[in-house]
């Protein structure tokens, strides 16, 4: 099972159309947070038909109007700030912030560690347990717009830059 993860998207429409387009082979999709506004929302319901999972960020201002998005689209879950998933017979814990992920992945109760915040792309073992920050959807922070496919299959992620 691929799973597409993406984080900071920050209403960049025009990347994350882009950035849907190129994960379609998944069956999943994570997002880290940093929507930003709920108009993103639609997108990912419009764009995504398979199970996607969003977490709140730190620039996610109006949570309840995300959230009544999401409520539109019978395959979007937010799941408010933090989440643990089951996917691909794989244990996912997913959050925005990477200081809270990289905590968490030190306990290795978990295979995969998601987050995003610092927009910096990063695919790192830690023990057992595999983090995936996916970097930012948004690209005006570092210059690259960049997402991740991970294959519970093969335990293993891949960078998509866009």
Same mark, same amino acid.
Not at 16 to 21: D, I, K, T, V, Y
Not at 40 to 54: M, N, P, Q, S
Not at 62 to 69: K, V, Y
């Given at each position: ?21 190129? #994960? ?7 997002? #880290?947070?940093?929507? #930003? ?126």
């Amino acid at each position: 099972m691929k799973i597409a993860i993406i984080s900071d998207v920050h209403d960049n429409l025009p990347m994350l159309r882009m950035a849907l387009q190129r #994960c379609q082979e998944a069956e999943g999709l994570i997002c #880290c947070g940093d929507l #930003c506004s709920p108009f993103v929302v639609k997108e990912l319901g419009h764009g995504f038909a398979r199970a996607v999972h969003v977490v709140f960020g730190n620039n996610d201002g109006d949570t309840f109007r995300i959230a009544s998005a999401a409520a539109k689209f019978p395959q979007v879950q937010v799941h408010g700030e933090y989440v643990e998933l089951d996917l691909g017979g794989r244990k996912f814990s997913v959050n925005h912030f990477d200081n809270i992920g990289r905590a968490i992945a030190k306990g290795e109760k978990h295979d995969v560690v998601c987050f995003g915040h610092n927009h910096q792309f990063e695919i790192t073992a830690v023990g057992r347990t595999l983090i995936i920050n996916p970097g930012e959807i948004y690209g005006g922070l570092t210059g690259h717009s960049t997402f991740a496919i991970y294959d519970t299959d093969t335990g293993k992620a891949e960078r998509i830059e866009l």
